[in-house]
C-alpha cells in the first residue's frame, strides 16, 4: 500500500469526529480535499474503509484495523522527528478526555492527588460528550476518557475490539433549581411539577441524546435555553430563567443561589462514571491517572 502520513491523519481525524466536514475544518482543508483524500485510502487499501451514512461517517472493520496501524505509525513519527529535533520530553503525557459536568465535579481533586503522587506526568484535557469521547479514542486522539453510561449499562459502542473500561463511581440525577424561586426550600419535587418548567438543556446532534432535561418527563419539554457552558447554565438557573438536570456530585461547586432537589413519582435516575481506553497493556502513567481518578469520587 502506498500511503502517506497526510492520508492516516485525515483517517484519523474522520474516525473521531464522524463526518467528512468536521474532519476538514479540523485539519483546516477543505471537504473536497478529506473526500479526495479518503477516496485516496480506500485506492491504496483496495477496500472500503468508510461507512457513509446520512448522520454521519464510520470505519467499516477494515477501516478500523488501519486506524490501529495508523496510530502506530503516527506515533513512531511524532518519536522521530522528536529524536531529530533534539526534543527530549521532560514529562510523561497523558491525554484525558471528560464529560461536560466531570471537570467540575472531578478533574480538580484528580490532578491535586496526581500532582502529589506522580508530578512527572502531565495531563491535558478536552470535554464532550460520551459518544465523542468514545470516537477520539478509537481515533488515538486521546489516551484515557471519563465517561458516563445510564442503566442497562451496555457496552459503550458496538466496535472491536471492546475498549477496557472500570466503574469509578454512581451518582444520582437530580435537578438544579433557583432557592429563591418556584422550588424554594424544597428538597423533593413530584416529576408532574416538571412538566411546564422553562429547561435549560445542553445542544446535541441525533446521535447524541438531549442532556439538562429530566429523561422520564412527560410530555414535550419547554427548552428555554440552550448552553454547553456549565457556568452559563447554573447562572441562568441561579437568576431564575429555568432548571437543568445535574449529578449530584457537583453539589459542592454549585453556586450561590442554586439548590438541588430529587424527583419524586419517577425511576430514579443514576448515571455510572466509567473509566475507559483502548485495550492493551496501559502505560504506567495513564495507570496513575487512572488511578488518581478513581481514587477522588
Known amino acids: ?71 502506530t505509525i503516527l506515533d513512531c513519527l511524532a518519536a522521530a522527528e522528536s529524536d531529530l529535533t533534539g526534543t527530549v520530553p521532560r514529562t510523561e503525557l ?42 477520539a479514542l478509537r481515533a488515538g486522539s486521546i489516551d484515557l476518557a471519563v465517561l458516563t453510561s445510564r442503566p442497562p449499562h451496555r457496552p459503550l459502542d458496538s466496535e472491536s475490539p471492546r475498549l477496557h473500561v472500570e466503574t469509578a463511581v454512581d451518582t444520582e440525577l437530580v435537578v438544579a433549581t433557583s432557592s429563591t424561586g418556584k422550588f424554594a426550600g424544597r428538597t423533593t419535587v413530584h416529576v408532574d411539577e416538571l412538566v411546564d418548567a422553562a429547561w ?11 442532556l439538562g432535561v429530566w429523561p422520564g ?33 457537583l453539589s459542592p461547586v454549585l453556586p450561590p443561589g442554586v439548590s438541588l432537589v430529587r424527583v419524586e413519582g419517577a425511576p430514579s435516575e443514576i448515571r ?5 481506553r483502548l485495550p492493551g497493556r496501559p502505560t504506567p502513567a495513564i495507570t496513575a491517572v487512572t488511578r488518581a481518578i478513581t481514587s477522588t469520587v
Open 272 to 276: 455510572r462514571v466509567l473509566v475507559a
Open 94 to 135: 497523558v491525554r484525558l478526555g471528560l464529560f461536560l459536568s466531570a471537570g467540575a465535579a472531578i478533574l480538580p481533586a484528580a490532578l491535586t492527588r496526581l500532582t502529589a503522587t506522580d508530578p512527572q506526568i502531565t495531563v491535558t484535557t478536552t470535554e464532550g460528550t460520551t459518544p465523542t469521547l468514545i470516537r
Open 1 to 71: 500500500m502506498d500511503i502517506s502520513s497526510t492520508g492516516l491523519r485525515v483517517l484519523q481525524q474522520i474516525a473521531e469526529s464522524g463526518s467528512f466536514t468536521a474532519a476538514a475544518a479540523r485539519l483546516g482543508y477543505t471537504q473536497s480535499a478529506v473526500s479526495r483524500q479518503a477516496v485516496s485510502l480506500e485506492r491504496s487499501a483496495g477496500t472500503t474503509l468508510f461507512d457513509r451514512r446520512p448522520d454521519g461517517v464510520r470505519l467499516t472493520p477494515a477501516g478500523l484495523t488501519l486506524l490501529r496501524h495508523a496510530r
Open 217 to 249: 418527563l412527560p410530555g414535550r419539554p419547554h427548552i428555554a435555553h440552550r448552553a454547553r457552558d456549565w457556568l452559563t447554565k447554573l447562572q441562568l438557573v441561579a437568576n431564575g430563567f429555568g432548571v437543568t438536570t445535574v449529578p449530584s456530585r
Open 200 to 210: 435549560i438543556a445542553t445542544p446535541s446532534s441525533n446521535a447524541e441524546p438531549l
